[in-house]
């Protein structure tokens, strides 16, 4: 008498179907992680953005003189280096006590200047990314701003916001806000009052 063993693996029918339910289940979550990655790449240039200033301010208050957060090209360098220019649109940036145009790799052999304090490029990160320096009017292009010896912004028209989103409006939109006694705050734009997010 002919008796069969217990069949192991799986037959064609098993496979095809855990196929089919892998690939639904693929093409719904890939879209919804590709902006989860682009929001992320937004926020970390955020937030790089944001300790950048409170550098500034913090050097202003340590040396009780006036230090300057400057926005700089190029946007997508790992370190802005002597090509870099001042620029209102840019992720890329340099805390410096002078101008750092065409000096942002260090200072000038023989004036010293621009006495770079701290430099900042994102690499590839910066690609696809749109930034905005505005002042106060949120209308105006801005590149820098300086804050005094005591933490407070300084000068007319200078930085007072910088949106930061993608350049196909995908992803989360932030702002970091400047305030004119120094204070420095990420909101986010889209989001409406009263919620502690909102930009106000």
Same mark, same amino acid.
């Given at each position: 008498m002919l008796t069969w063993g217990r069949q192991r693996g799986f037959n064609l029918i098993e496979v095809v179907v855990t196929v089919? @339910?892998?690939? +639904?289940?693929?093409?719904? @979550? $890939?879209?919804?992680m590709a902006d989860?990655?682009?929001?992320a790449r937004v926020r970390t240039l955020a937030e790089s953005t944001?300790?950048?200033?409170?550098? *500034?301010?913090? %050097? $202003?208050?340590?040396?009780?003189?006036?230090? &300057?957060?400057?926005?700089?090209?190029?946007?997508? =360098? $790992?370190?802005? !280096? !002597?090509?870099? &220019?001042?620029?209102? !649109?840019?992720a890329a940036w340099a805390v410096s006590l002078d101008d750092p145009t065409s000096h942002c790799s260090g200072p000038d052999a023989?004036?010293?200047?621009?006495? +770079?304090? %701290?430099?900042? #490029?994102?690499?590839? *990160?910066?690609?696809n990314i749109v930034v905005a320096g505005l002042a106060a009017d949120a209308a105006t292009p801005a590149s820098s701003v300086s804050f005094n010896g005591y933490g407070q912004r300084v000068g007319a028209g200078t930085l007072a916001n910088i949106d930061i989103s =993608?350049? !196909? $409006?995908?992803?989360?939109r932030l702002r970091i806000? +400047?305030?004119?006694? #120094?204070? +420095?705050?990420?909101c986010d734009r889209d989001i409406l009052a009263p919620d502690p997010r909102a930009c106000v």
């Open positions: 089919s @339910v892998l690939g +639904i289940l693929v093409a719904t @979550v $890939a879209p919804s989860f990655v682009r929001s944001q300790n950048g200033l409170q550098r *500034a301010r913090s %050097e $202003a208050l340590k040396r009780n003189q006036v230090v &300057t957060f400057w926005l700089v090209s190029p946007n997508n =360098t $790992a370190s802005p !280096d !002597d090509t870099c &220019t001042v620029v209102s !649109d840019s023989t004036s010293g200047l621009p006495r +770079i304090v %701290e430099v900042y #490029g994102p690499g590839a *990160a910066g690609s =993608t350049a !196909d $409006a995908t992803a989360r806000q +400047i305030t004119a006694s #120094g204070g +420095i705050r990420m």
